[in-house]
């Protein structure tokens, strides 16, 4: 996914220094299968805990609009609109933290994070699970 605007960088760091200190829970859709979450674009399994953005295309240089990274709907309205969860599709809770935000910008005119890291939820966690 790529965000179809990002805010200019004065206004990314207004809405970064409003964000809670601590874990903020974000949306994203993703596949569940023989008890692993995975991303539904590119297929990387998620691991519980702490994941590290990394860069699997085969681009040799990268994108000058904004660094690789997790994208991640602060609503779960947003994912919704943006995608239909079905079949093996699930919306799931993640978190990050302010720290971790490399870009914010709109998706099918919601609100969206780009982080470096994020926590993803053990499966263990019914909660995490929204559909």
Known sequence: MCLTTRFKPEVEKTMIAKLPDGLITVYKAAVVKNSHIFSWLRGRRF??????????????????????????????????????????????????RKEWITAIGKQENCIVYVTDRIISPSLKDKSAILE
């Open 47 to 96: 691991d519980t805990g702490k994941n590290k953005a990394i860069d699997l295309s085969s681009r040799n240089e990268p994108s000058p609009w904004y660094g690789v990274g997790f994208h991640s709907f602060v609503t779960l309205y947003g994912i919704k609109k943006y995608l239909h969860a079905g079949g093996a599709l699930h919306y799931i809770k993640f978190q990050i």
